[in-house]
Nanobody, 117 residues
């Protein structure tokens, strides 16, 4: 059974940091490009970052570039998202999944990130 379990969200002040984790089971994370998406209140799902299977290349949506860093530990089957300089507009539920939309697994519950003073 494929499972994607996100964690690490919470309440952060503007300018603060959070580190999200995504534990994958039921498939070999290291075989796929992986990434993060988010869904803000009242909006659709937005893909924000991708990392290649070996971690050699990454992609970021312009709105998070320079503030967010995606990384992976294939030995631990875990994906990470370091989020710095957080802004209120980063408030959303964050999800991880396979980067190729044709190979996406069922979405997990995600982890809530709220940025507010």
């Amino acid at each position: 059974q494929v499972l994607l379990v996100e964690s690490g969200g919470g309440l952060a002040q503007p300018g603060g940091s959070l580190r999200l984790s995504c534990a994958a089971s039921g498939f070999t994370l290291g075989s796929y490009s992986m990434g993060w998406a988010r869904q803000a209140p009242g909006k659709g799902l937005e893909w924000i970052s991708t990392i290649y299977p070996d971690g050699t290349d990454t992609y970021y949506l312009d709105s998070v570039k320079g503030r967010f860093t995606v990384s992976r530990d294939n030995a631990e089957n875990t994906l990470y998202l370091q989020m710095n300089s957080l802004k209120p507009e980063d408030t959303a539920v964050y999800h991880c999944n396979i980067g190729d939309s044709r190979q996406r697994q069922p979405w997990g519950q995600g982890t809530q990130v709220t940025v507010s003073s």
